[in-house]
């Protein structure tokens, strides 16, 4: 009986050593992002009689030295309509590190308002954007995501699924 007990410490000791031995995750310098999800895929064009609504696509994120964000005025996040190439940039908080590789992961959202001259259909014609167009009743794009650490480190592309802008 003796023996089954000392053996079951050694059990109990050699699991908690496993466990607290563990490493830091081992991630690449420069950011890898990965598109998850938009909560929708079709929002009426931002004008001055659209219901207000909020257009959020979420991204997930690593990067091995845990640089992302930057204290100085630059800007982190470029999202890029593929309609026109316009890019829309945002800048990130300042992000903690996780343990001692500072290697950093997570998942960001950003969030795109419906305001007038954010989210506007744009028009085959020529037709001013933004306007209401009843020969062109949607639009539709995607945006292309890219993501910037302090050390000028671009991540890779990523692009969001289709969104149908609703022009009336």
Known sequence: MRQLINFSWLVILTGLLITGCSTPPDYPNEPVIEYLRMNKNAIAQGNQNAQPDTLKITFGFTDGDGNLSSESDSMD?????????????????????????????????????????????????????????DQFPTDEFYFTIQLRDRAGNISNTVQTEPITVLCN
């Open 77 to 133: 996040v470029f999202l890029t309509d593929s309609r026109d190439g316009f890019q829309t940039t945002f800048k990130l908080p300042i992000l903690p590190t996780q343990g001692v590789g500072n290697g950093i992961s997570g998942e960001i959202t950003v969030k795109i308002p419906n305001t007038p001259f954010q989210i506007c259909c744009t028009y085959p014609n020529g037709a001013p954007a933004c306007l209401p167009n």
